[in-house]
Protein backbone atom coordinates (compact mmCIF):
# COMPACT_ATOMS: atom_id res chain seq x y z
CA UNK A 1 0.00 0.00 0.00
CA UNK A 2 1.08 3.56 -1.05
CA UNK A 3 0.33 6.63 1.22
CA UNK A 4 1.86 10.23 1.94
CA UNK A 5 2.38 12.27 5.17
CA UNK A 6 2.02 16.28 4.57
CA UNK A 7 3.82 17.67 7.55
CA UNK A 8 2.27 20.94 8.54
CA UNK A 9 -1.37 21.85 7.31
CA UNK A 10 -0.76 25.87 7.71
CA UNK A 11 2.89 27.00 6.63
CA UNK A 12 3.36 30.80 6.52
CA UNK A 13 6.70 32.52 5.21
CA UNK A 14 7.32 35.80 4.77
CA UNK A 15 7.87 37.10 0.97
CA UNK A 16 11.91 36.50 -0.08
CA UNK A 17 12.03 33.71 2.34
CA UNK A 18 12.91 30.11 2.08
CA UNK A 19 10.13 28.17 1.10
CA UNK A 20 10.08 24.11 2.92
CA UNK A 21 7.09 21.89 2.91
CA UNK A 22 7.46 18.70 4.01
CA UNK A 23 6.19 15.00 2.35
CA UNK A 24 7.11 11.71 3.61
CA UNK A 25 5.89 8.41 1.72
CA UNK A 26 5.48 4.89 2.02
CA UNK A 27 5.53 2.67 -0.63
CA UNK A 28 6.27 -1.02 -1.20
CA UNK A 29 7.18 -0.44 -5.13
CA UNK A 30 9.72 2.09 -6.22
CA UNK A 31 7.60 5.33 -6.01
CA UNK A 32 6.98 7.85 -8.17
CA UNK A 33 6.33 11.09 -6.46
CA UNK A 34 4.64 14.27 -7.40
CA UNK A 35 3.92 18.17 -6.14
CA UNK A 36 1.15 19.67 -7.40
CA UNK A 37 -0.31 23.54 -6.52
CA UNK A 38 -3.66 24.12 -6.11
CA UNK A 39 -5.18 27.85 -6.63
CA UNK A 40 -8.79 28.74 -5.21
CA UNK A 41 -11.27 27.71 -6.75
CA UNK A 42 -8.88 25.92 -9.37
CA UNK A 43 -8.24 22.37 -10.21
CA UNK A 44 -4.62 20.73 -9.45
CA UNK A 45 -1.18 21.82 -11.25
CA UNK A 46 1.62 19.92 -11.49
CA UNK A 47 4.74 21.33 -10.05
CA UNK A 48 7.08 18.59 -10.87
CA UNK A 49 7.65 14.75 -10.70
CA UNK A 50 9.90 11.89 -9.76
CA UNK A 51 10.34 9.09 -11.38
CA UNK A 52 13.36 7.64 -10.62
CA UNK A 53 15.44 9.76 -12.95
CA UNK A 54 17.56 12.50 -10.87
CA UNK A 55 17.33 12.75 -7.14
CA UNK A 56 16.79 16.30 -7.39
CA UNK A 57 13.79 17.62 -9.63
CA UNK A 58 13.23 21.01 -10.63
CA UNK A 59 9.81 22.22 -11.62
CA UNK A 60 7.77 25.66 -12.77
CA UNK A 61 8.09 28.55 -10.33
CA UNK A 62 11.28 28.35 -9.19
CA UNK A 63 9.99 25.47 -7.16
CA UNK A 64 12.20 21.84 -6.54
CA UNK A 65 12.25 18.92 -4.88
CA UNK A 66 15.16 16.10 -2.92
CA UNK A 67 13.86 12.57 -3.67
CA UNK A 68 15.90 11.01 -0.65
CA UNK A 69 15.08 7.02 -0.14
CA UNK A 70 16.99 6.57 3.05
CA UNK A 71 14.44 9.41 4.59
CA UNK A 72 11.52 8.59 2.99
CA UNK A 73 11.03 12.13 2.09
CA UNK A 74 10.40 14.52 -1.08
CA UNK A 75 10.08 17.40 0.19
CA UNK A 76 9.52 21.07 -1.97
CA UNK A 77 11.63 23.69 -1.51
CA UNK A 78 11.91 27.63 -2.93
CA UNK A 79 14.54 29.67 -2.49
CA UNK A 80 12.88 32.56 -2.01
CA UNK A 81 8.75 32.97 -1.77
CA UNK A 82 6.83 35.14 -3.85
CA UNK A 83 3.11 36.11 -3.15
CA UNK A 84 2.00 34.48 -5.76
CA UNK A 85 3.28 31.40 -4.49
CA UNK A 86 0.22 31.33 -2.09
CA UNK A 87 -1.70 28.24 -2.73
CA UNK A 88 -2.29 25.00 -1.01
CA UNK A 89 0.38 22.45 -1.87
CA UNK A 90 -0.46 18.16 -2.40
CA UNK A 91 1.88 15.47 -2.50
CA UNK A 92 1.17 12.48 -4.32
CA UNK A 93 2.53 9.28 -4.81
CA UNK A 94 2.08 6.24 -7.38
CA UNK A 95 3.97 3.49 -8.34
CA UNK A 96 5.74 3.40 -11.46
CA UNK A 97 3.80 0.37 -13.23
CA UNK A 98 1.04 0.33 -15.10
CA UNK A 99 -2.45 -1.24 -14.38
CA UNK A 100 -3.84 -1.17 -10.81
CA UNK A 101 -0.84 1.17 -9.38
CA UNK A 102 -0.99 3.81 -11.67
CA UNK A 103 -3.13 5.64 -8.98
CA UNK A 104 -2.38 8.97 -7.48
CA UNK A 105 -2.67 8.93 -3.82
CA UNK A 106 -2.70 12.26 -2.24
CA UNK A 107 -1.44 13.73 0.59
CA UNK A 108 -4.31 16.00 2.86
CA UNK A 109 -2.52 19.16 1.74
CA UNK A 110 -0.56 22.28 2.97
CA UNK A 111 -1.42 25.78 2.87
CA UNK A 112 0.91 27.96 2.00
CA UNK A 113 0.69 31.80 3.16
CA UNK A 114 2.93 34.53 2.01
CA UNK A 115 3.19 37.90 4.31
CA UNK A 116 4.13 41.18 2.47
CA UNK B 1 -4.35 23.69 -26.20
CA UNK B 2 -7.38 23.45 -24.41
CA UNK B 3 -7.41 22.13 -21.22
CA UNK B 4 -10.02 19.53 -19.35
CA UNK B 5 -13.17 21.09 -19.26
CA UNK B 6 -15.84 20.22 -16.48
CA UNK B 7 -19.19 21.83 -16.54
CA UNK B 8 -20.88 22.86 -14.01
CA UNK B 9 -18.63 24.80 -11.79
CA UNK B 10 -20.98 24.61 -8.73
CA UNK B 11 -24.00 22.74 -8.15
CA UNK B 12 -26.32 23.38 -5.25
CA UNK B 13 -29.29 20.57 -5.30
CA UNK B 14 -30.87 19.27 -2.13
CA UNK B 15 -30.96 15.92 -0.96
CA UNK B 16 -32.04 12.93 -2.45
CA UNK B 17 -31.81 14.56 -5.63
CA UNK B 18 -30.23 13.58 -8.42
CA UNK B 19 -27.05 15.58 -9.98
CA UNK B 20 -24.79 14.96 -13.31
CA UNK B 21 -21.27 16.17 -13.61
CA UNK B 22 -19.73 16.37 -17.26
CA UNK B 23 -15.83 16.21 -18.30
CA UNK B 24 -14.14 16.86 -21.53
CA UNK B 25 -10.42 15.64 -21.71
CA UNK B 26 -7.80 17.10 -23.38
CA UNK B 27 -7.59 16.03 -26.77
CA UNK B 28 -5.85 12.49 -27.10
CA UNK B 29 -6.24 11.83 -23.72
CA UNK B 30 -6.86 7.86 -23.70
CA UNK B 31 -6.75 8.13 -19.50
CA UNK B 32 -9.70 9.85 -17.67
CA UNK B 33 -10.19 10.12 -13.95
CA UNK B 34 -12.75 11.40 -11.64
CA UNK B 35 -11.50 12.19 -7.89
CA UNK B 36 -13.77 13.56 -4.83
CA UNK B 37 -11.99 16.14 -2.77
CA UNK B 38 -13.57 16.68 0.50
CA UNK B 39 -13.08 19.71 2.30
CA UNK B 40 -9.21 20.49 3.57
CA UNK B 41 -8.31 16.88 1.89
CA UNK B 42 -6.70 15.70 -0.94
CA UNK B 43 -8.29 14.17 -3.86
CA UNK B 44 -9.52 10.88 -3.56
CA UNK B 45 -10.02 8.64 -6.69
CA UNK B 46 -13.56 7.41 -7.79
CA UNK B 47 -13.40 5.95 -11.42
CA UNK B 48 -10.40 5.41 -14.14
CA UNK B 49 -11.12 4.89 -17.55
CA UNK B 50 -8.93 3.91 -20.00
CA UNK B 51 -10.95 4.74 -23.15
CA UNK B 52 -14.46 3.48 -22.76
CA UNK B 53 -13.08 0.80 -19.88
CA UNK B 54 -13.85 1.54 -16.51
CA UNK B 55 -10.26 -0.25 -15.25
CA UNK B 56 -10.61 0.93 -11.87
CA UNK B 57 -13.80 1.44 -9.88
CA UNK B 58 -12.82 -0.09 -6.60
CA UNK B 59 -13.86 3.30 -4.74
CA UNK B 60 -16.78 4.27 -6.22
CA UNK B 61 -19.68 3.94 -4.46
CA UNK B 62 -21.93 2.02 -6.34
CA UNK B 63 -25.47 2.57 -4.82
CA UNK B 64 -25.98 5.51 -5.78
CA UNK B 65 -23.21 6.91 -8.25
CA UNK B 66 -22.49 5.47 -11.40
CA UNK B 67 -20.15 6.80 -14.72
CA UNK B 68 -20.01 6.90 -18.54
CA UNK B 69 -17.74 7.45 -21.21
CA UNK B 70 -19.28 5.95 -23.95
CA UNK B 71 -17.68 7.01 -26.94
CA UNK B 72 -14.09 7.20 -25.39
CA UNK B 73 -13.49 11.11 -24.98
CA UNK B 74 -16.00 12.68 -22.45
CA UNK B 75 -17.41 11.58 -19.17
CA UNK B 76 -20.44 12.21 -17.00
CA UNK B 77 -20.70 11.15 -13.29
CA UNK B 78 -23.92 11.14 -11.64
CA UNK B 79 -25.47 10.80 -8.06
CA UNK B 80 -28.63 9.52 -7.81
CA UNK B 81 -30.18 10.25 -4.55
CA UNK B 82 -27.60 12.73 -3.50
CA UNK B 83 -26.71 12.69 0.41
CA UNK B 84 -25.44 15.54 2.66
CA UNK B 85 -22.11 13.57 2.73
CA UNK B 86 -21.41 14.39 -0.71
CA UNK B 87 -20.80 18.04 -0.60
CA UNK B 88 -17.38 17.80 -2.46
CA UNK B 89 -15.69 19.32 -5.51
CA UNK B 90 -15.36 16.63 -8.03
CA UNK B 91 -12.51 16.81 -10.06
CA UNK B 92 -11.85 15.71 -13.56
CA UNK B 93 -8.46 14.63 -14.62
CA UNK B 94 -6.82 12.99 -18.07
CA UNK B 95 -3.80 11.78 -19.40
CA UNK B 96 -1.94 10.82 -22.39
CA UNK B 97 -2.54 7.06 -20.95
CA UNK B 98 0.96 5.82 -22.09
CA UNK B 99 4.41 5.23 -21.24
CA UNK B 100 5.93 7.52 -18.28
CA UNK B 101 3.97 10.39 -19.37
CA UNK B 102 1.07 8.53 -18.81
CA UNK B 103 1.80 9.48 -14.81
CA UNK B 104 1.37 12.94 -15.78
CA UNK B 105 -2.76 14.07 -14.90
CA UNK B 106 -4.14 17.25 -15.65
CA UNK B 107 -6.28 18.24 -13.73
CA UNK B 108 -9.80 20.38 -14.73
CA UNK B 109 -11.30 23.51 -12.14
CA UNK B 110 -13.75 20.74 -10.77
CA UNK B 111 -17.77 21.38 -9.39
CA UNK B 112 -18.34 22.11 -6.54
CA UNK B 113 -21.05 20.19 -5.40
CA UNK B 114 -23.32 21.63 -1.79
CA UNK B 115 -26.17 19.07 -1.12
CA UNK B 116 -28.44 20.83 1.14
Redesign the interface.
Given at each position: AQSVTQLGSHVSVSEGALVLLRCNYSSSVPPYLFWYVQYPNQGLQLLLKYTSAATLVKGINGFEAEFKKSETSFHLTKPSAHMSDAAEYFCAVSGPYGGATNKLIFGTGTLLAVQP | EAG?VQSPRYKIIEKKQPVAFWCNPISGHNTLYWYRQNL??????LI?YENEEA??DSQLPKDRFSAERLKGVDSTLKIQPAELGDSAVY?C?SSPGTG?F?????????T?LTVT
Open positions: - | VGQGPELRVDLASSYEQYFGPGR
